[in-house]
T-cell receptor, first 111, second 112 residues
Framework: SQQGEEDPQALSIQEGENATMNCSYK?????LQWYRQNSGRGLVHLIL?????REKHSGRLRVTLDTSKKSSSLLITASRAADTASYFC???????????FGKGTRLSVIA | DSGVTQTPKHLITATGQRVTLRCSPR?????VYWYQQSLDQGLQFLIQ???????AKGNILERFSAQQFPDLHSELNLSSLELGDSALYFC???????????FGEGSWLTVV
């Protein structure tokens, strides 16, 4: 079964606005990762946050991790039309079993 | 370009048939993963190989099998195909640390 669940399932915003996506997971993790998928294409790794980290930045991306709530958020600032894609969180459970993906958030950025 | 190569990109076949999907991992990556992505089930982990040995098994049907060869390429065999097997099948690879995995572009399978 899926370990991660993203929220919302779909998000539509105007170009220049910020987009926030949330993810919840069920068990202890070593790290949590976010991936992006353009329609019908392969997933591309965006950012990884370790279980002992609380926040991480990469360009316009900001990821937070709250292990007490078993949740993470991905913030994309100053969104662009090119950010339109599906975004998946993936948790690496303790024990290093393979990544478990959520069902993703479909982000539409309207120019 | 992730460096992971999958063939074929598209495949249409009839129910009851058997197909083989092929994957070449990134140079130097020892781990290969197979995932199935469908609209209703999301991205499902099927199986992982590490340096030729099965490392982890997920929601892989008994009709499906996989292997990793000495040159580290991998094949996913799907047999007795059903309409519900229509999906996008991804191969991914990673370094020994297994932290970040790199996806291929996928093989679109349509069963008619």
């Amino acid at each position: 079964s899926q370990q991660g669940e993203e929220d919302p399932q779909a998000l539509s915003i105007q170009e220049g606005e910020n987009a926030t996506m949330n993810c919840s997971y069920k068990t202890s993790i070593n790290n949590l990762q976010w991936y992006r998928q353009n329609s019908g294409r392969g997933l591309v790794h965006l950012i990884l946050i370790r279980s002992n980290e609380r926040e991480k930045h990469s360009g316009r991306l900001r990821v937070t991790l709250d292990t007490s709530k078993k949740s993470s958020s991905l913030l994309i600032t100053a969104s662009r039309a090119a950010d339109t894609a599906s975004y998946f969180c993936a948790s690496l459970p303790a024990g290093n079993t393979p990544l478990v993906f959520g069902k993703g958030t479909r982000l539409s950025v309207i120019a | 370009d992730s460096g992971v190569t999958q063939t074929p990109k598209h495949l249409i076949t009839a129910t009851g048939q058997r197909v083989t999907l092929r994957c070449s991992p990134r140079s130097g990556d020892l781990s290969v993963y197979w995932y199935q992505q469908s609209l209703d089930q999301g991205l499902q982990f099927l199986i992982q190989y590490y340096n030729g040995e099965e490392r982890a098994k997920g929601n892989i049907l008994e009709r499906f099998s996989a292997q990793q060869f000495p040159d580290l390429h991998s094949e996913l065999n799907l047999s007795s195909l059903e309409l519900g097997d229509s999906a996008l099948y991804f191969c991914a690879s990673s370094t020994t640390s297994g932290n970040t995995i790199y996806f291929g572009e996928g093989s679109w399978l349509t069963v008619v």
